[in-house]
């Protein structure tokens, strides 16, 4: 038997320097797990046991305290359908979990796995993007590059505009070839025609040379990443959220890449299935 959740906060708050009395947005928690109730752990507690002792402990308050949307099923159809719902809700999805499996902390088990928005069809295509920087690797991963930072080709003024970070999904042998592939063309100072965005320097970056197809959750307006910058709404660029790499295109150059008008046509398609998606919901609840 499985255990199914989401969870959904909007927040609009600054970024930094902002004193307390100065917020007006209302920040919601929502609860979902309970790993450690009145002095003990329950990190070795099935998830029976865990979500018992969440719903034990905690007083919901409206506005500010809540549970986060779970279900318990068998049936893959109503998974679907569950699925679903969090996708309409604008959330990223599902996280997957068995009733009887204890916690385990940084790690990946058999036992639960994620299901987003991208394995619909609201993100169909793939974007084609060129790493221009790498992060330094931390724990299993030191010594290695563990992240980098895409762009995509501006055509228009022939600049490489930043679109996403990418640090998840990597096995080691895979970060191991694109570490050894990169280092080569590491350099001291962005080309003058990168454009990024102010915090978002990586720690190394990277001639242009390389072209990866990443497939993502979804693209939402950045107020940091440059993509498509001033396409789709005034002074702010497009993100892609979650991206995860499927191959390195060998069969394309970095000017080949996805470009940032692709990019902001892509953004618009996504709005208008969003917006199909609501109203056949609310055709099938009328």
């Given at each position: 038997?499985?255990a ?6 909007l927040?609009?708050r ?11 947005v ?7 797990d ?12 099935p998830?029976s046991?865990?979500?018992a002792?969440?719903?034990?402990s ?10 986060a ?25 599902l ?8 916690y ?8 639960w ?9 609201g993100c169909?295509d ?7 920087g ?31 970070k ?7 042998e ?11 063309h ?25 072209v ?8 939402s307006?950045?107020?940091?990443h440059q993509a ?12 892609i959220?979650f ?11 970095p000017?080949d ?12 398609a ?7 998606r609501?109203?056949?919901?609310e055709?099938?609840?009328?």
């Amino acid at each position: 038997m499985g255990a199914l959740a989401w969870g959904l906060v909007l927040s609009t708050r600054a970024r930094k320097d902002v004193e307390v009395a100065d917020i007006k947005v209302q920040v919601a928690v929502y609860a979902f797990d309970c790993l450690y109730l009145n002095g003990r752990s329950l990190l070795h507690a099935p998830l029976s046991e865990r979500r018992a002792a969440l719903y034990s402990s905690l007083k919901p308050a409206e506005g500010q305290l809540a549970f986060a949307t779970a279900k318990i099923s068998r049936d893959v159809e109503e998974l679907a359908a569950f699925l679903n719902e969090a996708v309409a809700a604008s959330t990223e999805g599902l996280i997957v979990k068995t009733m009887d499996d204890v916690y385990q902390p940084s790690r990946r088990s058999t036992h639960w796995l994620k299901l987003k928005k991208d394995y619909l069809d609201g993100c169909g295509d793939t974007f084609d993007v060129v790493p221009i920087g790498g992060y330094y690797g931390k724990g299993k991963r030191s010594g290695l590059y563990g992240a980098y930072l895409l762009a995509v080709y501006d055509d228009a003024t022939e600049s490489y505009q930043t679109i996403s970070k990418l640090g998840t999904g990597f096995s080691e042998e895979v970060l191991a070839e694109l570490d050894a592939t990169l280092r080569p063309h590491a350099l001291d100072a962005p080309r003058p025609y990168y454009q990024y965005g102010e915090g978002g320097a990586p720690d190394v970056w990277f001639d242009p040379v390389a072209v990866w197809e990443v497939k993502a959750a979804d693209l939402s307006v950045s107020p940091v990443h440059q993509a498509a910058r001033g396409l789709v709404e005034p002074g702010k660029g497009i993100s892609i959220r979650f991206p995860r790499l499927l191959r390195v295109r060998t069969d394309k150059g970095p000017e080949d890449a996805t470009t940032a008008a692709q990019v902001a046509d892509m953004y618009r398609a996504q709005a208008v299935v969003a917006a199909n998606r609501k109203d056949a919901a609310e055709d099938d609840d009328a």
